[in-house]
């Protein structure tokens, strides 16, 4: 289903990987792995709790908490180490309230920079062996706030409420993964999974450019933004990050 101008986009990534045969196994004397386990670890003492809800305290459930215990659980799946699992289940699971609300988590709001952090969540269910029964509700009280997801005139998730007729190419990266994850668990698994090639297919439509064969980072459906092209709706500039985000959901959707 991801025919169409994001294939350029896939193929590059895939050569890439399959260029990694001929590579250079050690940098500086260090495998890749390796030094992912310092990024990680390095990462984590700088951290420390800081990404723990306190009552207190400056955290949020966000995309950056959830990108980060999510390449723990991922990391660990490589090298297991019960100091991954155990920061994230820490970070995370501060969270939950007693009676199952997930603090800072408002889905009034709309932000499908919320749905990120769902990844974890899920991954979490999945790994621990009691399977925690919180971490599976979590995912179906974030995987909710897309019944009522505000949607452009054609159909495509706003980015955020206060970001009216919004399409971003890092909101991609932000919900589908995680809805493409949860589509098995639901009644009808091949809804789910049409909606997120539709959110896929629409972003690309609307913000693909053939000149330079890269993706405006964001797309104002009413065209009324002081960013927004008056013709296209599509901002001005291309961010390196969001292509990023972009192509990281691709092939996360695919995986």
């Not at 289940?89 to 408002?106: L, R, V």
């Not at 029964?133 to 019944?147: E, H, I, N, T, V």
């Not at 919900?175 to 589509?183: N, S």
Request: glycine share 6%; net charge neutral.
């Amino acid at each position: 289903f991801l025919l169409y101008h994001s294939s350029s986009i896939i193929l590059p990534l895939l050569l890439a990987s399959c260029a990694t045969v001929a590579a250079p196994k050690k940098f500086s004397g260090t495998t890749p792995l390796e030094w992912s386990v310092r990024l990680a670890d390095s990462e984590i003492a700088r951290r420390g709790d800081s990404l723990a809800w306190k009552p207190d305290g400056k955290a949020k459930w966000d995309y950056a908490a959830g990108l980060f215990t999510f390449s723990l659980l991922e990391l660990s799946e490589k090298i297991p180490a019960p100091r991954y699992l155990a920061f994230t289940e820490k970070a995370i699971g501060s969270f939950f309230a007693s009676n199952g609300t997930i603090q800072t988590y408002n889905p009034k709001e709309y932000q499908l920079d919320a749905l990120n952090s769902g990844r974890t969540l899920l991954t979490l269910w999945q790994t621990i062996t009691n399977h925690d029964a919180r971490y599976f509700d979590g995912c179906a009280k974030l995987l909710s706030q897309l019944d009522d997801q505000p949607r452009t005139f054609d159909g495509g998730f706003w980015h955020k409420q206060r970001y009216p007729n919004q399409m971003w190419l890092d909101g991609v990266y932000m919900a589908e993964p995680f809805y493409a994850a949860m589509g098995k668990y639901l009644i009808r698994p091949a809804n789910a999974y049409n909606e997120v090639a539709k959110q896929i297919r629409l972003i690309d439509e609307h913000t693909y450019d053939a000149a330079t064969g890269l993706n405006y980072h964001g797309w104002d459906a009413a065209k009324i933004q002081p960013w927004a092209n008056p013709a296209t709706g599509c901002s001005s500039n291309f961010w390196g990050r969001a292509e990023g985000w972009y192509a990281m959901a691709l092939m996360d959707v695919l995986d």
